[in-house]
């Protein structure tokens, strides 16, 4: 369950991952905390939340406040947080594809990376007319109910992705009932065409198409996903116009990635106009000239999917 590169060389460090778990716990509108609060959201002793909340303030990471007898985020986290936005350029080349599409479909759009078992949005873009779907940037969504969780799942070598779903059902087997019937299709579906599909699984009202793309930054796949209303998109229409200018928007995103290494902190990296794709028919057209999906060959062909523990954020 460590990178492929670090397997063998050791076991996690419990103290290290429980104090990330600790962090986590202040995601999103819980920015007061304590330590009771905490132990019910890691699922660890109040003793070891203690020690850990006490050792994590006193690095900065958190900061105690005596009137609420709570946590919350302290400084150090802050600055370690901010200065990993120097990539801001990127992801505003990132955002404004995002918006063509979700204007183009019309749709809300978003870029996602995984994070245990969920995925956090880094990105997205709406339409102005777009309804049923309102995440923004920082919030999560499950791996196991969402289309981007599902294509994110089969990305990963199988025995990678087999430990992960292993993983969930010892912690969240529910989510993982979700998640493995789907699986060997979501496979064979993506090496074929390059993307995955999933209707009606978050919401009933919402369907989802998304794809991998492998960032060289976070040596893992990153997801591209859209969600549109099932009044309006059910699975053929998908298949038949939303498909190809997301995998349009993929290739333009790996490309991105694949030069952010270099241009991400000049200004020579410049927004090119987003192809589209003309509607000449609804035929189902999902592979390339060579009988192989272009996408899913070039992400693939960028890096091959690392550890579990890579994968999830948690490296």
């Known amino acids: 369950m460590l990178p492929g590169d670090l397997a063998g060389e050791g076991e996690v460090i419990q103290v290290v991952s429980r104090a990330f778990d600790v962090l986590r716990c202040f995601e999103g509108h819980d920015s007061r905390l304590g330590n009771l609060e905490i132990s019910n959201r890691c699922g660890l002793p109040r003793s070891t939340v203690s020690r850990l909340t006490h050792t994590l303030t006193r690095m900065g990471q958190l900061v105690y406040l005596p009137r609420d007898q709570k946590y919350r985020i302290g400084p150090s986290a802050v600055a370690m947080s901010t200065s990993m936005t120097r990539g801001l350029q990127l992801r505003n080349l990132i955002r404004q594809r995002l918006q063509d ?30 309804l049923g779907l309102h995440e923004t940037t920082g919030s999560r969504i499950s791996m196991a109910s969402t289309a981007a969780g599902h294509a994110y799942v089969a990305a990963l070598e199988p025995e990678i992705g087999d430990a992960l779903l292993a993983e969930m059902e010892r912690e969240m087997p529910d989510a993982a009932n979700l998640l493995r019937p789907r699986l060997a299709h979501n496979r064979q579906f993506l090496k074929e065409h390059g993307y995955v599909v999933a209707c009606g699984l978050w919401s009933p009202h919402i369907n989802g198409l998304a794809l991998p793309v492998w960032s060289p930054q976070y040596q893992t796949n990153v997801v591209l996903t859209i969600g549109l209303l099932s009044a309006m998109y059910d699975e053929q229409r998908l298949h038949d116009e939303v498909a190809q200018p997301m995998r349009e ?4 995103i790996a490309a991105l990635l694949q030069g ?3 241009d991400v902190f000049n200004s020579r990296m410049e927004r090119k106009p987003l192809p589209v794709t003309a509607k000449t028919n609804h035929k189902k057209t999902i592979t390339g000239a060579g009988g192989t999906n272009e996408l899913a060959a070039g992400a693939r062909g960028i890096g091959p999917a690392r550890g579990l523990r890579a994968g999830d954020g948690r490296a």
Do not use: C, K
């Not at 479909?105 to 956090?120: K, S």
């Open 101 to 130: 599409v979700a204007e183009q479909l019309p749709g809300t759009v978003g870029f996602v990376i995984p994070d245990q078992f969920h995925l956090v949005y880094l990105e997205f873009g709406r339409a102005a007319n777009a």
């Open 249 to 252: 928007l993929g290739r333009n």
């Open 260 to 262: 952010a290494e270099a």
